[in-house]
């Protein structure tokens, strides 16, 4: 993936006599979203031991034409006087060769090269069209237009025969298909192929080629490219003093679905899970998708397949992924990152098995850009887990606090903004002073708590449950 590197030197002043850490926030000007990092050390010498002055660095992933402001200050902030360091930058586009050849841009077509050639088929009512595929692209829609006549076919499609020519040693196919649209009556013709790569999908850049015909012959200019250009609405900024207005009563009037992954860590945890899926549904009128609850089409169709089933219809969809971080999400995750392999006495015990692994392996490549993140939400139980449950890769986005900020959480399934300009929305009985109010809620509360009771009786439960 793209990704710029942050640096910085320590400035040499008399009037600094100990630094104690660097805050580094990177805000996105584009989706408005925000990273926060914070570096702890002690200095006391401006200069290292060769009279240089001490230089940190940080390497963020960014996303292609985007535009990024970054502020870093150190601790303990003077009074008298403003340290803070504050630059801007833009990240070039795809096309830009520092980063085309990132797996990122790859997967947004940087790499293609469609060489488009077009020829009058033996019928002569007909044209065929030659070009190159690219890796990341399973279909293309081309098309022919010239005046009033317009014509296409999606590759690849039902019925179509297509003659495929591979090229091994550049790893590309290509592809031809004729086209019955000509009319002997013009003579300028505007073919167009576009992609649908797995990056930018239908808002993919396509590629164009006019073609002229005299005396039954077609004569070529050279490619053009457009490029379409599409905007990532920003949720709106909150003001400061919306906390302190009167809340308005929050009515909710769509059902909305949630996919929960979550790591299987102690059959007291799993209660936590099965008993906060009930207060979704039961309370929330949330549509839960939760493998514990759908074994059966599970065991048929496999981990991946499922999970790539309902990801898919939650991509197509406002609904949203809710990722609940444990000990167990986070010793899985290091164990995908080359560390110690985990498996958990209730994995082996469940019949469907560890089912985040799988999770984690399909989510993690579409979670780190910043254009997926309104789909996914990062929440934890504080009362059994901590914030270093998280795995580096959801710290770039909002963690919650599961009950403290379950209303926030539920703004967010629902697709919404609590805080809006002169007005703070409320949903009665999602604090967390009423959530245990209702019988699923209160359910809820004495499993949290069976668990956190377990924990200071148990205090290497974790280790205990190791196979």
């Known amino acids: 993936v793209p990704v710029v590197n942050v640096s910085w030197k320590l400035q040499s002043d008399a009037g600094l006599r100990a630094i104690n850490g660097s805050e580094i926030n990177i805000r996105d000007e584009t989706t408005n979203q925000s990273v926060c990092e914070q570096i702890h050390f002690s200095v006391y010498d401006m200069e290292n031991s060769k009279q240089e002055r001490w230089t940190f660095s940080l390497a963020v992933v960014v996303e292609p034409e985007h535009t990024y402001n970054i502020t870093v200050f150190h601790f303990p902030e003077p009074d008298f006087r403003d340290y803070r360091i504050k630059t801007q930058t833009t990240v070039p586009g795809c096309k830009d060769p520092r980063i085309k050849n990132s797996q990122l841009c790859q997967e947004n077509g940087s790499l293609w090269n469609p060489r488009i050639a077009a020829a009058l088929s033996d019928k002569k009512d007909l044209i065929n069209v030659e070009f190159d595929s690219a890796e990341h692209s399973e279909s293309y829609l081309v098309s022919i237009q ?64 006019n073609i002229t015909r005299r005396q ?50 102690h059959r007291l945890y799993k209660n936590i899970v099965l008993k906060f899926s009930a207060f979704l549904a039961a309370k929330c009128g949330t549509d839960v998708v939760l493998d514990l609850l759908d074994s059966t089409r599970l065991g048929v ?6 999970l790539e089933w309902h990801k898919e219809q939650i991509e197509r969809s406002s609904d949203k992924i809710l990722i609940l971080c444990s000990r167990g999400v986070q010793a899985k995750w290091r164990a995908m990152c080359g560390g110690k392999q985990v498996f958990l006495r209730e994995d082996a015990l469940s019949p469907i098995g560890d089912t985040l692994t799988p999770s984690l392996t399909l989510l993690a490549p579409y979670f780190i850009r910043s254009a997926s993140f309104e789909k996914y939400i990062v929440a934890y139980f504080d009362d ?59 359910a809820l ?6 668990f956190r009771k377990y924990q200071l009786e148990h205090p290497y439960w974790f280790q205990e449950e190791l196979l």
């Not at 179509?160 to 013009?186: D, M, P």
């Not at 300028?188 to 590629?207: D, L, M, R």
């Not at 490029?227 to 302190?244: E, G, Q, R």
């Not at 169709?301 to 499922?306: A, D």
Request: hydrophobic residues 35%.
């Open 146 to 209: 010239s005046g009033s006549v317009n014509c296409s076919k999606l590759i690849p499609y039902l019925g179509l025969i297509i003659f495929c020519l591979v090229n091994q040693q550049e790893n590309r196919t290509r592809l031809n298909v004729t086209l019955g649209c000509v009319s002997f009556h013009l003579s300028q013709y505007e073919v167009t192929i576009q992609p649908y790569f797995i990056g930018c999908k239908n808002n993919c850049e396509s590629a164009k080629k």
């Open 216 to 265: 039954n012959r077609i004569t070529e200019d050279s490619n053009k490219y457009m490029v379409t250009l599409f905007c990532i609405s920003a949720p709106p900024v909150t003001p400061a003093s919306a906390d302190k207005q009167q809340p308005d009563v929050f009515h909710v009037q769509e059902r909305k679905r949630v996919l929960v992954i979550y790591s299987l860590d």
């Open 301 to 306: 169709l496999g981990s991946i397949q499922w």
């Open 384 to 442: 059994v887990c901590s914030e270093e449950d998280i795995p580096s890769p959801f710290k770039i986005t909002v963690r919650y606090k599961l009950m403290k900020q379950f209303e926030e959480v539920f703004f967010r399934i629902l697709n919404t903004e609590k805080h809006e300009p002169g007005r703070v929305k409320q949903i009665s009985g999602l604090s967390e002073d009423k959530y245990h109010e209702c019988p699923s809620g209160g």
């Open 445 to 450: 509360r004495d499993a949290i708590e069976a």
